[in-house]
């Protein structure tokens, strides 16, 4: 088996298994109400810190470009309620803009 | 089943869509990398995790090892895991719904999930299978036209897709952040994350973040 074929099947199991075991912790280790509140902070603090990443992180340095325009014109369309779509399309825009004529 | 709320529906394919128009450069990624075009496609069908696919791509392209691959993928794909914890006791799913529900569950459908909570646990869960069949499919669909495609696209950030993926999960955790307590957090996650950046392996900075989660929930609030 090519090294390749290995990483393709190695990265799968894992992935599965990760997601999983997160479904399989039994619910009563959650019903304290400190994991509760623990546990519905977390998807808060991974997506935000995810934005950030994509937003200045260019694999381990950090870079200030066109993507950082971009989520600051999102945050401007979100501040001002417009439309899902039209936050990630406003953002696409932009970025796009200074990308290709900046 | 409650009837579906249409802003859920709405959000739930925007996700999808832009999400999984991603999957084009994922495709190609796979394919410059080395990869075939089933090997790629495997991944997004097996592995079905952005972060976690474009790791294992991008260390072997590099010229890692599998184990280093593998190790990489796997550590961006332990927020999976604290996704599934969150997102378990809503579901309340067993057997093949309970393997099904771990599969689709990434950053978007829970996501989604999360945002829908002003609307009731009903809309949540419907946020998260929407949102992670509607992914599941696009993102297949659109790796096999990259892989098929890789020079056709030619740069995602051409097309503003660099941006468009940060801006829609900030779309996504939008309504959470409603009070200073949230928005302190929020604020803080990115920091921690992006001050680790330098410093650890990729997927570190962000599972590091569950940290805060830990200090700012260990207290009540008042």
Known sequence: MTTIWVAVIGTSLIAFGLKYLGHSVPEKYLKNERVLRINTLIPIVLLSALVGVQTVADKSKLVIDQRLAGVIVACIALALKAPYFVVVISAALTSAAIYNFG | ?222
């Not at chain 2, 609307?119 to 659109?142: E, P």
């Open chain 2, 1 to 222: 089943m409650s009837s579906v709320n249409r802003a859920t529906v709405t959000t739930s394919l925007s996700v999808s869509f832009t999400v999984g128009l991603y999957g084009t450069a994922f495709g190609a990624a796979g394919v410059a990398a080395g990869f075939s075009i089933l090997q790629t496609c495997l991944l997004s069908l097996l592995t079905f995790s952005g972060a976690s696919q474009f790791a294992v791509v991008g260390v072997l392209g590099a010229g890692g090892s599998a184990i280093s691959g593998i190790a990489t993928a796997s550590l961006l794909g332990i927020r999976n895991g604290l996704y599934g914890l969150r997102m378990a006791p809503i579901l309340k799913v067993r057997g093949v719904k309970r393997v099904v529900a771990a599969q689709i569950t990434i950053d978007e459908s829970t996501g989604v999930a999360i945002g829908q909570e002003d609307l009731g646990s009903g809309a949540m869960k419907h946020g998260f299978w929407l949102t992670g069949f509607g992914v599941y499919f696009f993102w297949n669909l659109f790796t096999l036209a990259g892989a098929l495609g890789a020079q056709a696209m030619g740069d995602p950030s051409a097309w503003g897709l660099d941006a468009a993926v940060p801006a829609a999960f900030l779309g996504l955790v939008w309504p959470r952040l409603h009070g200073n307590f949230e928005r302190a957090l929020a604020v803080s996650a990115v920091l921690l994350s992006l001050a680790l950046t330098p410093f650890v392996a990729a997927g570190i900075p962000i599972i590091a973040t569950a940290l805060l989660a830990v200090a700012f929930g260990w207290k009540v609030r008042r």
